[in-house]
């Protein structure tokens, strides 16, 4: 059974950094796709960030240059390193495995709030 486990977030002025962790089992970590996606107040949960086993990293347009996501293979974690932050970066957030069809082990989240 996969479970995941956010922590960090909370809240920050307009152009502030935070930073959220993500902690996975039930799965072969090392070997797995794993996103951060985000849920603003009122609308779809979007995918935001992607990161291969091997490091490969992909950005959503609206975060590139200003998030950064990483991983720790030994520790089944990712973490998201979020600079620059905006107003309209308030969301919850929430990892997952983007290649997983129809994936539902969501976690709780990490609220993240920028004030302006």
């Known amino acids: 059974q996969i479970q995941v486990v956010e922590s960090g977030g909370g809240l920050v002025q307009a152009g502030g950094s935070l930073k959220v962790s993500c902690e996975v089992s039930?799965?072969?970590?090392?070997?797995?796709?794993i996103g951060w996606y985000r849920q603003p107040p009122l609308k779809q949960r979007e995918l935001v960030a992607t990161?291969?086993?091997?490091?490969?990293?992909t950005y959503a347009d609206s975060v590139n240059g200003r998030f950064t996501i990483s991983r720790d293979n030994a520790k089944n974690t990712v973490y998201l390193q979020m600079n620059s932050l905006k107003p309209e970066d308030t969301a919850v957030y929430f990892c997952?495995?983007?290649?997983?069809?129809?994936?539902?082990?969501w976690g709780q989240g990490a609220q993240v709030t920028v004030s302006s």
């Open positions: 039930g799965i072969i970590f090392s070997i797995n796709v």
């Open positions: 997952g495995l983007p290649n997983v069809h129809n994936f539902a082990d």
């Open positions: 990161i291969t086993g091997r490091g490969r990293t």
